[in-house]
């Protein structure tokens, strides 16, 4: 379980201080998958990168399996990061000087997992990369490495996965084929699954759906939660506005 | 820990070609270390084992006088202890000889007479093959160094003249004990000890030495040095030295082991300055690294085993790094025999030292930890959170008491190393000091020369304007580089530059008045004589002093004991012996410091006036009472006055000079400095015709001795230019390797410029304009240093007049110009030489 108690995020900007997160409340029970939709600025990065323990809140607790992650250090976060939780990015990050194999196998090295190199091999199959398991990730197209992400997201099994616009960097082919892919894997192991996305029709498929503006949580409710918070319903269609413009006008650069 | 080494075999798999600098920063100064130990202990240890041989002895007793019939008892008497195996008596001195004929020439020969029993020690071999047999010298027969035979154009079987005795040429020397090794005035001859009574040479007053050689069966050390205490009790009063060749060992041990430690520390300048070099490619590695290093984090991997991974890769490189400076170093050395063997010792070995070899290994590795260490801490202020934002990381201002921490030991480990290398904590600490202080006035004098350039930003040619600017860019080389430089250009320039000058202060033509010929051992008798005959041929009336030889025995009524511990330091200024003369004013090169120089009244009270030189020698000053014996006599003198004596316009310069009026009457010789004829020939009558008339008097032909200086300190120079190379070519490397840091982002650049409608020419104009400043830069600092430096080792430490070469400086400063363009345009061609989309897609 995720837990966001008063979470809020500033940072310097010239001689004033930006708000990027306005005290932000949020539960998240284990194996949800959740999509956080928003235009850009709103903060939806921001939010996963605090709950990866990438960054930490000016104020509020972010608690993790009840754990207060607020107060670790950047080693313990490392560490839990390490077992609890898997990440994939819009750019991929993989790193060059290892081939695919050896990225999906370097978390597990680094938690000391024994027969690594067999559950890596594993993790590419299911990712359907094993014909590719040599290669660097410059060898690699954009979505074959973003596949090598996934499976390296998976690789410690970890209970959480988050993903910061997964397929944004991908054609909508290799975008659905991903997206795909995180899913039946989030099933499969029953991990929790954060999407950030701008893509409106992968965050309708999600268990429930977050949206954010300016800082705020404008919107959340999921296909299974018909009724949305009172005083909601017009910002989230003007937010749902915007998200349709914007898938669109994706559409027309990549065509 | 499986995962550290997979990690580091992983990077060094990819990242190899970019990291190859940093292996060959290490493989140079590691080589350059090994190299000069190794070189230094070898000839070390080629001359201790030659100690013996040098000596001709375990037990050399050695006497200016002919030693009398009372003191070779006493020899002999303690000599006959059990322990002492061989005996036999030398006598050794300069002199001159010619063909016992018509035939032109002279020659100053070192005469050696030997006594039945020589050599105790050594091999003694003749070119003909035969083995040097005491009977070879009976009835007047000479063994004669090659040099001899082509300078006097005589064969085996032909007579020589030495003194007024005729001696036929008996054989040609290949090896003789203690031959081979340091500087000779001339040729070697061997001739019986008992005909050295018939040349008339050995006289009183002459400077014959007189030696009683002693072997001993081999025992403890112990015996022998109870035996040489044993005589040199015996003989105390007698001013005679013993010496035994343990004490020659040390002595030479003692020597090597200072010049090894100091020429070590001209290898460590090249190794700190490959560690720089190390500084600067870690410190870029982790730049590029970065989103690597942040990945890592983001999947569970801890600040400090990422840092790990890193010093596992520093090491290893560092580790392989001096494995290839050993490799290097054995072909330094290949090439010292090849080409420096005949300065070195004789039968020097020129293959590594196991103890140098373990010691390159452990600098490399500590000189490559030492300098990453700064750098890589870095990697703990890697956050993983710019791989969702690509923004860096917000300043730090807080002090990083991790990093100040490891900066003091960074620190305390270089003054540890410095004083390791060195043999001294003292010597070490200054010597890192100095560099310091070096590397920040460097450093100072490139932002200086920076601002100037930043100001000139106005021109109009665009390449040059943007070159200026790519100094500036964020991530620039440009200190790195100037710094690198600029040390190698000072170092090549400043040895070349004081080489010139004191090869102009050897020019004769650069020598003013000076005589280029000195005659020596001229007897009373022959003053007049010689005085005509010079005048006669070169129309010039010689000035011949008078010498008187004397040594110290007592300062202040206190006796010299050469064993005594206060006394041990000054064994050389105690032991020796002075020429000393009189005369009853001032020279003029000479000036008083302290003290009053005498009136030319005569008086009776014996007066001496010393030398600078000597002032503080066992209180030694104006006032004090100077005891000296002069042919077994023993004279007490005040000092009256102390002289400063500019020695580079002396004719003859006297350390001691008395007052006249008291050594009229001793023993003298004269000495005298004339212009010989300038050419060969008539330089060579001359010497023939004072050769035969005088035949116990010895020319010494400057012309010659000068050569011989040039030969050597040639030698000095390529030796010293070899290291100055050596960290020139560090330099470059560091040019190399800064370059190649900033590949990326020149092509990125390029390929900008170029879509934006720069042709290739522009774009290469920008780099050579660049590197063309660098290269300026550097080398206007660098020869700047380089005049500092040659004109105060030239002022204050050889005290010769120095002159600017412009010369010098100008192809100092264009060298390094054309230097750093060439490798500039050659390591920017890949990165210029992509096409733009290319370059602009890549991630």
Same mark, same amino acid.
């Given at each position: 379980?995720?837990?966001?108690f008063?979470?809020?995020?500033q940072?310097?900007?010239?001689s004033?201080?930006?708000?990027?997160?306005?005290?932000?409340?949020?539960?998240?029970?284990?194996?949800?998958?959740?999509?956080?939709v928003?235009p850009s600025?709103s903060g939806k990065?921001?939010?996963?990168?605090l709950?990866?323990g990438?960054?930490?809140?000016?104020?509020?607790?972010?608690?993790i399996?009840?754990?207060s992650? #607020?107060?670790?250090n950047?080693?313990?976060l490392a560490l839990?990061?390490?077992k609890?939780?898997?990440?994939?990015?819009?750019?991929?990050?993989?790193?060059?000087?290892?081939?695919?194999?050896?990225n999906? $196998?370097? @978390?597990?090295?680094?938690?000391?997992?024994?027969k690594?190199?067999?559950?890596?091999?594993?993790?590419l199959?299911?990712?359907?990369?094993?014909?590719?398991?040599?290669?660097?990730?410059?060898?690699?197209?954009?979505?074959?490495?973003?596949?090598?992400?996934i499976a390296r997201a998976?690789?410690n099994?970890?209970?959480?996965?988050?993903a910061?616009?997964?397929t944004?960097n991908?054609d909508s082919?290799?975008? +659905?084929?991903?997206?795909?892919?995180?899913v039946?894997i989030h099933q499969?192991?029953?991990?929790?699954l954060?999407?950030?996305?701008?893509?409106?029709n992968?965050a309708?498929?999600?268990?429930r759906?977050?949206?954010?503006?300016?800082?705020r949580?404008?919107?959340?409710?999921? @296909?299974?939660?018909?009724?949305?918070?009172?005083?909601?319903?017009?910002e989230?269609?003007r937010?749902?506005?915007r998200?349709t413009?914007g898938?669109?006008?994706?559409e027309?650069?990549?065509s | 820990?499986?995962?550290?080494?997979?990690m580091?075999?992983r990077?060094?798999?990819?990242?190899?070609?970019?990291?190859?600098?940093?292996?060959?920063?290490?493989?140079v100064? #590691?080589?350059s270390?090994?190299?000069?130990?190794?070189? $230094?202990?070898?000839a070390?240890?080629a001359l201790v084992?030659?100690?013996?041989l040098?000596?001709?002895?375990?037990?050399q007793?050695?006497?200016?006088?002919?030693?009398d019939?009372?003191?070779?008892?006493a020899?002999?008497?303690?000599? +006959?202890?059990a322990?002492?195996?061989?005996?036999?008596?030398?006598?050794?001195l300069?002199t001159?000889?010619?063909?016992?004929?018509?035939?032109?020439?002279?020659?100053?020969?070192?005469?050696?007479?030997?006594?039945?029993?020589?050599?105790l020690?050594g091999d003694?071999n003749?070119?003909?093959?035969?083995r040097?047999?005491?009977q070879m010298?009976?009835?007047r027969?000479?063994v004669v160094?090659?040099?001899l035979?082509?300078?006097?154009?005589?064969?085996?079987?032909?007579?020589?003249?030495?003194?007024e005795v005729?001696?036929q040429?008996?054989?040609?020397?290949?090896?003789?004990?203690?031959?081979?090794?340091?500087f000779?005035?001339?040729?070697?001859?061997f001739?019986?000890?008992?005909?050295?009574?018939?040349?008339?040479l050995a006289g009183?007053?002459?400077?014959?030495?007189?030696?009683?050689?002693l072997?001993?069966s081999?025992?403890s050390?112990?015996s022998?040095a109870?035996?040489v205490?044993?005589?040199?009790?015996?003989? *105390?009063?007698?001013?005679?030295?013993?010496r035994?060749?343990? &004490?020659?060992?040390?002595?030479?041990?003692?020597q090597?082991?200072?010049?090894e430690?100091?020429?070590s520390?001209?290898?460590l300048?090249i190794l700190?300055?490959?560690?720089?070099?190390?500084?600067?490619?870690?410190?870029?590695f982790?730049?590029?690294?970065k989103?690597?290093?942040?990945?890592? *984090?983001? #999947?569970?991997?801890?600040?400090?085993?990422?840092?790990?991974?890193?010093?596992?890769?520093?090491?290893?490189?560092?580790?392989?790094?001096?494995v290839?400076g050993?490799?290097?170093?054995?072909?330094?050395l290949?090439?010292v025999?090849t080409?420096?063997a005949?300065?070195?010792?004789?039968?020097?070995?020129?293959?590594?030292?196991?103890g140098?070899v373990?010691?390159?290994?452990?600098l490399?590795?500590?000189?490559?930890?030492?300098?990453?260490a700064l750098?890589?801490l870095r990697?703990?202020?890697?956050?993983?959170?710019?791989?969702?934002?690509?923004?860096?990381?917000p300043?730090?201002?807080k002090?990083?008491?991790?990093?100040? #921490?490891?900066?003091?030991l960074?620190?305390?480990?270089?003054?540890a190393?410095?004083?390791?290398?060195?043999?001294?904590l003292?010597?070490?600490?200054?010597?890192?000091g100095?560099?310091?202080?070096?590397g920040?006035?460097l450093?100072?004098?490139?932002?200086?020369?920076m601002?100037?350039?930043? +100001?000139?930003?106005?021109?109009?040619?665009?390449?040059?304007?943007?070159?200026?600017?790519?100094l500036?860019?964020p991530?620039?080389?440009?200190?790195?580089?100037?710094?690198?430089v600029g040390?190698?250009?000072f170092?090549?320039?400043?040895?070349q530059?004081?080489?010139?000058?004191?090869? $102009?202060e050897?020019d004769?033509a650069n020598?003013g008045?000076?005589?280029?010929?000195?005659?020596i051992?001229?007897q009373?008798?022959? *003053?007049?004589?010689?005085e005509?005959?010079?005048?006669?041929?070169?129309?010039?009336?010689?000035?011949?002093?008078p010498?008187?030889?004397?040594r110290?025995?007592?300062?202040?009524?206190?006796?010299i004991d050469?064993?005594?511990?206060e006394?041990?330091?000054?064994?050389?200024?105690?032991?020796?012996?002075?020429?000393?003369?009189y005369?009853?004013?001032?020279d003029?090169n000479?000036?008083i410091?302290?003290?009053k120089?005498?009136? @030319?009244?005569?008086?009776? &009270?014996?007066?001496?006036?010393?030398?600078e030189?000597m002032?503080?020698?066992q209180?030694?000053d104006?006032?004090?009472?100077m005891?000296?014996?002069?042919?077994?006599?023993k004279?007490t003198?005040?000092v009256t006055?102390?002289?400063?004596?500019?020695?580079?316009?002396?004719?003859?310069?006297?350390?001691?000079l008395f007052?006249?009026?008291?050594?009229?009457n001793?023993?003298?010789?004269?000495?005298?400095?004339?212009?010989?004829?300038a050419?060969?020939?008539?330089?060579? +009558?001359?010497?023939?015709?004072?050769?035969?008339?005088?035949?116990?008097?010895s020319?010494?032909d400057?012309a010659?001795?000068?050569?011989?200086?040039t030969?050597i300190?040639?030698?000095?120079?390529?030796?010293?230019t070899?290291v100055?190379g050596?960290?020139?070519?560090?330099?470059?490397?560091?040019?190399?390797?800064?370059i190649?840091?900033?590949?990326?982002?020149?092509?990125?650049e390029?390929?900008?410029l170029?879509?934006?409608?720069?042709t290739?020419k522009?774009?290469?104009?920008?780099?050579?304009?660049?590197?063309?400043?660098?290269g300026?830069i550097a080398?206007?600092?660098g020869?700047?240093?380089?005049?500092?430096?040659?004109?105060s080792?030239?002022?204050?430490?050889?005290?010769?007049?120095?002159?600017l &070469?412009p010369?010098i400086?100008?192809?100092?400063?264009?060298?390094?110009?054309? $230097?750093v363009?060439?490798?500039?345009?050659?390591?920017?061609?890949?990165s210029?030489?992509?096409?733009?989309?290319?370059?602009?897609?890549?991630?």
């Open positions: 379980m995720i837990e966001l008063n979470v809020s995020k940072v310097p900007s010239g004033e201080t930006l708000t990027i997160l306005h005290s932000l409340n949020l539960t998240i029970p284990d194996g949800q998958f959740i999509s956080i928003g600025g990065s921001t939010l996963l990168g709950v990866a990438l960054d930490a809140p000016t104020e509020g607790d972010i608690r399996d009840g754990e992650i #607020v107060s670790m950047e080693d313990a839990l990061r390490g609890k939780i898997g990440f994939v990015f819009q750019s991929f990050h993989l790193i060059p000087a290892l081939t695919a194999f050896e999906v $196998l370097v @978390p597990m090295e680094i938690a000391g997992v024994s690594a190199p067999a559950r890596a091999r594993q993790l199959e299911d990712v359907d990369l094993t014909a590719r398991a040599g290669h660097y990730p410059s060898q690699l197209s954009g979505g074959e490495q973003q596949r090598v992400a998976f690789a099994d970890p209970s959480i996965l988050l910061d616009e997964p944004g991908l082919h290799n975008g +659905r084929h991903i997206f795909d892919l995180m039946e499969r192991r029953s991990a929790t954060i999407l950030v996305t701008h893509d409106h992968l309708e498929r999600a268990d759906s977050i949206a954010l503006s300016d800082g949580v404008v919107a959340d409710l999921g @296909p299974r939660v018909l009724s949305p918070p009172i005083g909601a319903e017009r989230i269609d937010q749902e506005d998200l413009e898938t669109h006008a994706t027309v650069v990549q | 820990m499986n995962f550290v080494m997979r580091a075999l990077e060094i798999r990819s990242s190899w070609r970019r990291l190859l600098f940093f292996f060959i920063c290490i493989g100064g #590691v080589g270390i090994v190299a000069l130990r190794s070189t $230094l202990q070898n070390n240890s084992s030659q100690a013996r040098l000596l001709g002895a375990d037990v007793i050695d006497s200016t006088r002919a030693m019939q009372s003191t070779l008892a020899i002999d008497r303690v000599a +006959r202890s322990l002492v195996t061989g005996r036999t008596e030398t006598v050794e300069p001159m000889t010619r063909p016992n004929d018509s035939r032109e020439g002279a020659l100053l020969v070192e005469l050696k007479a030997v006594g039945p029993g020589f050599p020690y003694f003749l070119t003909d093959g035969r040097f047999d005491a010298l009976e009835s027969g000479a160094g090659q040099t035979l082509e300078r006097l154009n005589v064969a085996p079987g032909d007579e020589i003249r030495i003194g005729p001696f040429i008996r054989g040609v020397i290949s090896a003789d004990p203690g031959g081979g090794t340091g000779r005035l001339g040729p070697r001859v001739i019986a000890k008992s005909a050295i009574e018939e040349t008339g009183l007053g002459s400077r014959a030495r007189h030696r009683v050689l072997s001993t081999e025992s050390p112990d022998l109870s035996l205490s044993e005589l040199r009790s015996a003989l *105390k009063d007698n001013l005679i030295t013993v035994t060749y343990k &004490e020659s060992e040390q002595n030479i041990n003692e090597y082991t200072r010049s430690n100091y020429l520390l001209v290898g300048v700190v300055l490959g560690g720089i070099g190390i500084a600067n490619v870690t410190r870029v982790i730049e590029q690294k989103k690597a290093i942040a990945v890592l *984090k983001c #999947v569970g991997a801890t600040s400090r085993r990422i840092t790990i991974v890193y010093v596992a890769q520093v090491l290893a490189l560092g580790a392989s790094g001096s290839f050993i490799v290097l170093a054995k072909l330094a290949l090439g025999g080409y420096f005949d300065s070195l010792p004789a039968n020097m070995s020129y293959s590594l030292r196991t140098t373990i010691q390159g290994l452990l490399g590795l500590l000189i490559s930890f030492l300098f990453s750098p890589l990697i703990r202020h890697i956050r993983p959170n710019m791989l969702l934002r690509n923004e860096d990381d300043l730090k201002r002090i990083d008491l991790m990093r100040w #921490v490891t900066a003091l960074v620190i305390a480990g270089l003054v190393v410095f004083s390791w290398q060195a043999g001294s003292k010597v070490g600490a200054f010597f890192l100095g560099l310091a202080a070096a920040g006035l450093q100072l004098a490139s932002l200086g020369l601002w100037i350039v930043k +100001r000139t930003r106005q021109i109009q040619s665009f390449p040059v304007r943007h070159a200026i600017n790519s500036h860019r991530g620039n080389q440009t200190r790195v580089i100037i710094m690198a040390l190698g250009a170092l090549v320039i400043a040895v530059s004081l080489q010139r000058n004191l090869l $102009l050897l004769p020598r008045n000076l005589p280029n010929m000195y005659l051992d001229i009373k008798d022959q *003053k007049a004589g010689i005509k005959l010079i005048q006669d041929t070169t129309g010039e009336r010689p000035e011949l002093i010498t008187v030889r004397a110290i025995t007592a300062i202040n009524g206190r006796e050469l064993g005594s511990g006394m041990r330091g000054d064994r050389g200024r105690l032991g020796r012996e002075y020429v000393v003369t005369r009853p004013t001032l003029a000479e000036t410091v302290a003290g120089m005498w009136d @030319p009244t005569p008086v009776n &009270e014996p007066e001496v006036s010393i030398s030189e002032q503080g020698l209180g030694l104006v006032g004090s009472a005891t000296l014996d002069i042919v077994g006599r004279l003198a005040r006055s102390v002289r400063r004596i500019d020695w580079r316009k002396s004719r003859t310069g006297f350390l001691i007052r006249p009026n008291v050594l009229e001793a023993p003298t010789m004269y000495v005298g400095g004339l212009n010989g004829p050419d060969d020939l008539s330089r060579s +009558r001359l010497q023939r015709a004072v050769v035969e008339k005088y035949p116990n008097v020319i010494i400057v010659e001795v000068i050569q011989l200086v030969r300190l040639g030698n000095v120079t390529l030796a010293v070899f100055g050596f960290v020139f070519f560090s330099g470059t490397l560091i040019l190399i390797g800064s190649a840091m900033t590949q990326y982002q020149r092509a990125y390029a390929a900008l170029k879509t934006l409608g720069a290739r522009i774009v290469l104009t920008i780099v050579v304009a660049e590197y063309g400043l660098l300026l080398g206007l600092i020869s700047a240093a380089a005049l500092g430096l040659s004109y080792m030239a002022r204050f430490l050889f005290e010769i007049p120095w002159s &070469e010369s400086i100008v192809a100092g400063i264009a060298g390094t110009v054309a $230097l363009v060439v490798v500039g345009v050659l390591s920017s061609l890949q210029l030489s992509r096409k733009p989309l290319g370059v602009l897609r890549a991630p």
